[in-house]
């Protein structure tokens, strides 16, 4: 197991259960509380905990981890979701991606499809985004044309947010939005943690024909603080087969095509 594995691993036990020892710990990563200890002096260095005596409490901002502290997170179903969001756009097409690890993985997968890859001329894909990661490993597509808005980057997700993204956005037109949020509720709809983030994901989701939102399981029916569209507002939601029947069958209900992969 890799550092980051390890402490991805470690913030979702100490979000699960508020705390944890360092005997518990090593046991639930199968290390030494040598390295246990190390791992968690890091961590509180980085201020994603705090340490106590023997072990470590959460910290104010174990809620909305940094990205690359995410990516190990239901990653095998992040990568399904991915590929079947991708798949839903024709070549051509102009798509919005705002940040995140499942977006980012739609990002490589668009980047990667045969029919765009192999396009002979001109532009294959358009795709509008706020988030810089995402920006950096397209950018060196030949046959996708890269967008970026302004903004100021935010240290959790990469994204660019502020009234520079919106008003990038405002003027342009998408025919999708595929959109990476932290929760989904039948009566909220889409939210995420950051009011920065949702503003300028709100601005993507309204200048585009079609929303996709991708989320695995673990995020349904579930809110955050701050909305970025209304359940009648997604068109598409992907998510992964752990998805509850009862949810699926709320959000079909209200017209949302659900996709469970």
């Keep these: ?8 691993r470690l913030l979702d036990a100490l979000s699960e259960r508020g705390s944890i020892e360092v005997g518990e710990a ?9 390295t ?24 104010g901002v174990t809620y909305d ?16 979701i991915a590929r079947a969001a991708a798949a839903l756009v024709p070549p051509g097409a102009v798509v919005g991606l705002n940040g995140g690890t499942t977006t980012s993985e739609v990002a490589r997968e ?3 499809r045969p029919d765009l890859a192999e396009h002979a001329a001109g532009t294959a894909l358009t795709i509008v985004t706020n988030a810089v990661n ?4 397209l950018a060196v597509r030949p046959y996708v044309k890269t967008v970026v808005t302004g903004g100021v980057a935010r240290p959790q997700s990469y994204e660019l947010t502020g009234p520079l993204a ?4 405002q003027g342009l037109s998408l025919d999708y939005a595929i959109l990476g949020v932290n929760a989904v509720d039948p009566g909220f709809g889409a939210s995420t943690h950051d009011e920065g983030e949702a503003s300028a994901n709100r601005a993507m989701a309204e200048r585009a024909d079609r929303v996709v939102v991708v989320a695995d399981s673990t995020k349904l029916g579930r809110r955050a603080f701050a909305r970025v569209c209304t359940i009648t507002e997604i068109d598409v939601l992907v998510t992964d087969h752990d998805a509850p029947d009862e949810f699926v069958e709320q959000l079909t209900g209200q017209g949302v095509d659900v996709h469970c992969v």
């Design 134 to 137: 995402i920006a950096n490993e």
């Design 166 to 169: 919106a008003a990038v956005l």
């Design 110 to 112: 668009l980047a990667t």
């Design 36 to 59: 246990v200890r190390r791992d968690l002096e890091e961590l509180a260095r980085q201020q994603l905990l705090t340490r106590t005596r023997g072990g470590a409490v959460l910290s």
């Design 65 to 80: 981890l940094p990205l690359r502290y995410k990516t190990a997170r239901k990653a095998d179903e992040k990568q399904r």
């Design 1 to 8: 197991m890799g550092t980051h594995e390890r402490w991805t």
């Design 26 to 34: 090593a046991a639930l990563l199968d290390v030494s509380p040598a």
